[in-house]
């Protein structure tokens, strides 16, 4: 045998047990977090229905059915916020399994969150509004957090390695456009619109999960 094999063997093993409850606690902390993260929501619907805010109802069940609405009701919005859901997940993934891409994906993961949270709650037409921010601004700074994102892509992007990200990209854009430029009483404005979003979402979704699968698929 030769001399270094025991020495080796020595120096490794205690490394190897004293990485396995390094090991247990990281796989510990994401259920950990989804507890607090229930537990925080069941505070909130609590609280609020304590205080008149809403009743359980509202919160709880599906607007379809709480509200008499038709199951179809804004089905093409579900269909967005799952895209953006898909996005931040996929990315989110990547981060944790491979540190060394959240430079890259980090920023990508954070926009699709802010898109979703804004989607689900209507930050920048309805909220953030009534506490004195204008939406322009709102909207500014979504834009200022998707260049950011984008930064490390641009490269890329010009060169045409990306056009599944490219045509993503145009189409979010062109849906912005419609929204600024077209009246939003118009129906035939408000289906352009938001087919060019939804494109855009599917084509965000779809791309960013494929990245992500060829990045964790390579050695």
Sequence with gaps: MHPDLPDRTRTSRPARREAQPDRRLRAQTAPIVAGMVA???AVIVYLGALRG???FGE???DPAAEFGHPIYAGFVSY??????????????????????????LGPVCLLSVVLLLDDVLLLHDAVLPRFGIPEMVVLA?????AVAAMRPFLPDLRA????????????????LGVDTLLPSGDGAALFVEDMLKFAGIALWAGF????????LRAR
Excluded: D, F, Y
């Design 160 to 175: 045409g390695r990306l056009p599944g990200l490219l045509c993503a990209l145009l189409l979010l854009v062109a849906s």
């Design 39 to 41: 537990a925080l929501v």
């Design 141 to 145: 700074a979504i834009a200022a957090l």
């Design 79 to 104: 269909l967005g916020i799952a895209g953006w859901l898909i996005a931040a997940t996929v990315t989110a993934l990547a981060v944790a399994v491979r540190p060394g891409t959240a430079r890259r």
């Design 208 to 215: 960013w999960a494929q990245h992500v699968t060829w990045l």
């Design 59 to 61: 919160v709880l069940r």
């Design 53 to 55: 805010s809403w009743s």
